[in-house]
């Protein structure tokens, strides 16, 4: 309060400017009332609770109208003190008057949702707060009731507490997690599912989850896989690629998903629909590369299965490409539990390969012989375990086929073959895969001579 200036005087300019705010109309006109309050807070000429003094007619009125005014002109008064700090004692009563107005009426809570969004991002919130945020919305709002500008104001509340009170919402455990999956479940608007799917990716490195895990995955996975199409001459609009990697991220977030994800994507490996089954591929290459191995070795032959009846039969070259990715990441993912001593997992499935590939192999004037040739070089590039593996079982079969065949193309093509795999074993130089070339060199060094 400025010196020399009475509380009655204090009082009369709080009032004054909210009646001129009430009897606006248009919405240029609104806007400067509001900026005129903030300049009289900031300058210190009143304060924020001389505010809330003079709105108490509003708050408190009986009709849900007039409570709804009130709300409104506090939020948007906080929404415009981005740098103004508030004191502790201001902050928790406005945090109070918010949480208990939302059990008010339907009308009045987005400017509740609102009103706390703007004091969490732009106040420091006393301790306990935060916590108590979070229980009101959990039992006071039934999110899915909301317009989308409000729901995602929620789900940008959640982003905000994260960030900054990351360490006093872990004091809520599973209570939180539990809180969040009421909140998205039954989300249908691609920009809070955008905003929702990197929260589950948070959620999951710092709660326990394991309780709701597959309440969890229920709420996120079933989008899965992605069809959506972003309205036409819209800039601002959600791509359907960005949906399509946030929620893919999220299934990979955590092996905890793993028992619930690999059966999905088993499941749409079958679908008759492109889009669905390169979505499964190469989200199963995205959790292969984060999954603990014991699950992927679970469910490996099957997943090879679906894969190998795609590689050698889709006319989709991306299709293909997509199958080479998942099974490479299997295959990764099988290289690091080996290298751990863990299961011997990786030797069953690359026999399980070169057995379904070998009698392609054979035929270098066939399409397949390329295919499985790319299919083996790429699996190769896993590991330098699966270069070696798979460099020994291919090259006797390569070279003696290449000593039977009298046609020159497919003397190309066994050489081409023997060439990709020779520059994958480069990048493993000294190693396992190395040594194995040695038993080949005198082999290799003929065809210099011919």
């Not at 001129?20 to 900026?35: C, F, G, H, P, V």
């Not at 009289?40 to 009986?62: F, H, Q």
């Not at 190395?434 to 060094?445: C, D, F, H, P």
């Given at each position: 309060?400025a010196?020399?200036?009475t ?7 709080a ?11 248009l919405?240029?006109e609104?806007?400067?009332?509001i ?5 009289a ?8 609770v001389d505010i809330v003094?003079?709105l ?13 005014k ?12 981005l740098?103004?700090?508030l ?15 939302m ?8 400017h509740v949702?609102?009103g706390l969004l703007?004091?969490v ?7 306990d707060l ?5 229980k009101?919305i959990g039992t ?6 909301l317009?989308?500008?409000d729901?995602?104001?929620v ?5 905000v507490?994260?960030?900054k009170?990351?360490?006093?919402l872990?004091?809520?455990g599973?209570?939180?997690v ?21 929260l ?21 996975s079933c989008?899965?896989?992605?069809d959506f199409t972003?309205?036409p ?10 949906l399509?990697l946030?929620?893919r991220?999220c299934?990979?977030s ?8 690999l ?5 749409k ?6 889009y669905?089954?390169?979505?499964a ?5 995205t959790?292969a ?7 992927i070795?679970e469910y ?5 299965d679906?894969?190998?009846k ?5 006319s ?5 490409m ?10 990764r993912?099988l ?6 001593n863990q ?5 069953e ?5 070169l ?5 392609h192999?054979?035929q ?9 040739a790319s299919?083996?070089?790429?699996v190769s590039m ?11 079982k291919v090259?006797?079969i ?7 065949e009298k046609q020159?193309?497919n003397?190309k ?6 060439l ?7 990048d ?19 065809f210099h001579?011919?």
């Amino acid at each position: 309060m400025a010196a020399g200036t009475t509380r009655m005087e204090v009082q009369d300019l709080a009032a004054g400017l909210i009646e001129n705010y009430m009897k606006a109309e248009l919405e240029d006109e609104r806007t400067q009332k509001i900026n005129n309050i903030n300049k009289a807070i900031i300058a210190n000429d009143l304060s924020l609770v001389d505010i809330v003094e003079k709105l108490g007619p509003y708050l408190t009125n009986p009709d849900a109208g007039e409570r709804c005014k009130g709300t409104e002109l506090l939020q948007f008064i906080l929404h415009r003190l981005l740098s103004f700090k508030l004191n502790e004692k201001e902050v928790a009563v406005l945090v109070e008057f918010f949480c208990v107005r939302m059990k008010d009426h339907f009308s009045i809570i987005p400017h509740v949702v609102s009103g706390l969004l703007a004091l969490v991002s732009y106040q420091e919130l006393p301790e306990d707060l935060t916590i108590k945020i979070v229980k009101e919305i959990g039992t006071g709002i039934r999110i899915q009731s909301l317009l989308q500008a409000d729901r995602h104001n929620v789900f940008t509340l959640f982003s905000v507490l994260l960030n900054k009170k990351m360490a006093e919402l872990q004091k809520l455990g599973g209570d939180f997690v539990f809180c969040f999956i009421q909140s998205m479940d039954g989300e249908k608007d691609p920009r809070n599912l955008l905003l929702c799917f990197n929260l589950v990716q948070v959620i999951v490195k710092n709660f326990p989850i394991t309780l709701f895990a597959e309440d969890l995955f229920e709420v996120t996975s079933c989008y899965f896989p992605i069809d959506f199409t972003p309205p036409p001459n819209d800039p601002s609009a959600i791509s359907r690629e960005q949906l399509i990697l946030a929620l893919r991220n999220c299934l990979a977030s955590t092996s905890v998903f793993a028992p619930f994800c690999l059966p999905l994507l088993v499941e749409k490996l079958s679908s008759d629909v492109i889009y669905a089954k390169r979505d499964a591929l190469l989200t199963l290459a995205t959790c292969a590369n984060a999954y603990d191995s014991r699950f992927i070795f679970e469910y490996s032959n099957t997943l090879w299965d679906h894969i190998k009846k795609e590689i050698f039969a889709s006319s989709d070259h991306s299709i293909e490409m997509a199958c080479i990715e998942a099974i490479k990441s299997v295959v990764r993912n099988l290289s690091t539990a080996e290298e751990q001593n863990q299961n011997g997992a990786l030797k069953e499935i690359l026999t399980t390969l070169l057995n379904d590939c070998k009698s392609h192999l054979l035929q270098p004037d066939h399409k397949l012989m390329r295919t499985s040739a790319s299919l083996l070089q790429n699996v190769s590039m896993a590991s330098d375990m699966s270069c070696a593996e798979i460099t020994d079982k291919v090259f006797p079969i390569l070279l003696k086929q290449f000593e039977c065949e009298k046609q020159i193309n497919n003397q190309k093509a066994i050489l081409d073959a023997l060439l990709g795999f020779l520059q994958v074993a480069k990048d493993f130089q000294g190693r396992d895969s190395a040594r194995i070339l040695e038993n080949y060199k005198e082999s290799l060094l003929a065809f210099h001579a011919l």
